[in-house]
């Protein structure tokens, strides 16, 4: 697991401490930047959610992005995060919350992401869930980009309230999920489903 481009280009990362995550592999990260980078939000805010090891963030960082809050519950991997900013020289732009990734996106502050990234455990029975929770937070703004890395066999819907599907990639065991946030697009009421 390695940065791939940008100011810490082929630094090394620190992998989790035992089995129970599963970092984003390097071509899946490869394919998701070349798409991303066609949108102009690398260099904004970024929000990391169940961040793991924090190799996505830290790849914004690495590509110029302003700031990266990373959220994971378990301190083990918070101290892997820490020592991989430390290692890449980023930590002055990044704060590592030990959070449930509930609770921080329920009490969600002011200031929204350009990008929100969030790759949960692919058994996760609450991924849709979540992704509702966030776009009726106080997280995204018209043009936020979320991120979803799925199990290839999770059918995404096309919508969650104001996020809208751009594209959808599936790599081997892996896939991942684009959406924009669109203010001022109809959202369909619950009946109109």
């Known amino acids: 697991m390695r940065v791939i481009t940008g100011s810490a280009k082929g630094h090394k990362l620190k992998g989790p401490p035992d089995n129970g995550t599963r970092p984003m592999i390097d071509r899946v990260k490869e394919s998701l930047f070349a798409i991303l980078t066609g949108y102009d939000v690398l260099?904004?805010?970024v929000l990391d959610l169940f961040a793991g090891t924090g190799s996505i963030g830290i790849e914004f960082l690495s590509r110029g992005a302003a700031w990266a809050d990373f959220v994971e519950q378990r301190a083990a991997l918070c101290k892997v995060i820490r020592e991989n900013l430390v290692h890449t020289?980023?930590?002055d732009r990044a704060k590592i919350h030990q959070s449930p990734v509930e609770a921080f996106v329920?009490?969600?502050g002011r200031e929204p992401y350009d990008i929100i990234v969030m790759?949960?455990?692919y058994a996760s029975p609450t991924i849709e869930a979540t992704i509702m929770a966030v776009a009726s937070s106080r997280l995204p703004r018209d043009g936020t980009l979320l991120v979803v890395g799925h199990w290839p066999r999770l059918t995404l819907q096309e919508r969650y309230g104001h996020f809208v599907q751009l594209t959808s990639r599936t790599l081997g065991d892996s896939s991942f999920s684009i959406y924009e946030y669109i203010v001022d697009e109809q959202v369909p009421t619950e009946a109109e489903h």
């Open 106 to 108: 329920a009490q969600a």
């Open 43 to 45: 260099a904004g805010r």
């Open 119 to 121: 790759d949960p455990p």
């Open 89 to 91: 020289k980023l930590a």
